[in-house]
């Protein structure tokens, strides 16, 4: 009896870390369906038992996955598969995860929604990112997409005394859906000429077949483009970006950020493995063909939309739209130093967010200013000086400026293009960086170099988001002096993940 349920075991504890996650989140669910209406949540115990409890929960995630970061398995007939690469991008969703949800405390009392739902929707997506990073057969993959995307749509449309929201929510969910469908299709297209739905198998029979027989091998390169065009769609890359800046507008400053942060992390992660997988496979070119198409006109449509934004959540998401473009060409090449450029300049980008979203969400808990408009930012220079000097250094290497880290993102994708010969790609993402430096700057003048007419009282900020914004400031500005370490690391797992593939 040992010895036949001992393979079952071995697998479930390569899978401890997400079996514990869903376990700690149902306790967290059923805690917020009992107390969740209770005037008892206003008081700072209730607060710190939850974040204690995501404390608790990313603590043993992080103790389970550093015990098999070295290990590369799969498990379950390989529909789950794990190695360095995917370990770290857990990790990565559950760290921003956990500051996203910091957000949320520290400024529920300035949200228009104030239901504890939120929080829930928060865990349920993570859960599905999770499954979605380690899944490699098709089921999983779409149910874990779905698992996020249903969380997303309810939290979009959350704050039902907004319009703006509602509309947010009806958009994203019409459009989403409509994508969903998509990559149903292209699962359906591929499953129904192969008979296979594990990505392992499609791949050794994609190789093993006879390239006389056209009809059958368009049929599955239809497939996945279907699937290559659905995952476009979630990440906001152009030309399927039209949701992201009516999405970004209409919910709140802290969804927001979610959005913009969390979920990227785990559609990057499956597009990657499918676009690595068939790197010496007939669908190589016609896939490496779109990449490029949506990673000119994402860098085209994100940088000259943003130029004309006037409102910030606007001018954010098409600054994420140019930024996909960015993280696009990182891969196009489709080797190790093109993951190893896109995990940099993934790093760099997140913190830089982290950055912008804990300014703005500082200045409005202290002083409940709504910051809608870009011009609303002329109170940080006579009120904040510190302030308004961080937020101009965090736009600097937004924009590039050597030698803050944001400089080196871009200069290894650079690197990467030209390196592998991509001389064309390299000087249109050289052109858009300069033309890009234009808004930033222009964020920078209306920081320093105009009048604010009414004058506000502003009050310090808490002591933590004065911690996290130092920290990731100090990362900003130092991280010439020693990057080796990190960039050795990205190295080392961009490295192993070409070994197993």
Known sequence: MINFFYPIFSDFEFFLSEILLITMFCI???????????KLLKFPLVINISIF??????FFVFLLNL???YINFTLFNFEIESNSFFVFLK???????????????????YEGNKNYEIIVLFCLSVIGMLFLISSRDFLIMFLSLELT????YILACSNKESSLSTEAGLKYFVLGSFSSGILLFGFCIVYGITGLINLNDIFLLIQNVNLEDSVWINTILLGFVFIFISLLFKIGASPFHVWVPDVYEGVSIIITSFFAIVP???IFAFLIKIFFLFNFSFFFETFQSILIFCSILSLFIGTFGAIYQYKLKRFLAYSAISNIGYFLLSFVTCNVEGLYSFLVYLLIYLINLFIFFLILCSIRKRNNLLIVDINDLKILKETNPIMAFLFCINLFSMAGVPPLAGFYGKFYVFLNLINSEFYFLAFLGVIFSVISSFYYIRLI?????????????IKPIDFLSSILISIFSLFNLFFFVYPSFILEFFYFISLNFFLII
Do not use: P, T
């Open 91 to 109: 990790v990565l969703i559950l760290i921003c995860f956990f500051l996203c949800f910091l957000f949320y405390i520290n400024n529920f009392n």
């Open 67 to 69: 015990n098999v970061f």
């Open 149 to 152: 995307s249903l969380s997303f």
């Open 53 to 58: 409890s995501l404390l608790f929960i990313i």
């Open 28 to 38: 967290f669910f059923v805690f917020l369906i009992i107390f969740g209406n209770s």
């Open 445 to 457: 003048k209306i920081l320093f170099f105009e009048s604010q007419n009414k004058r506000n009282l």
């Open 264 to 266: 990227k992390i785990s």
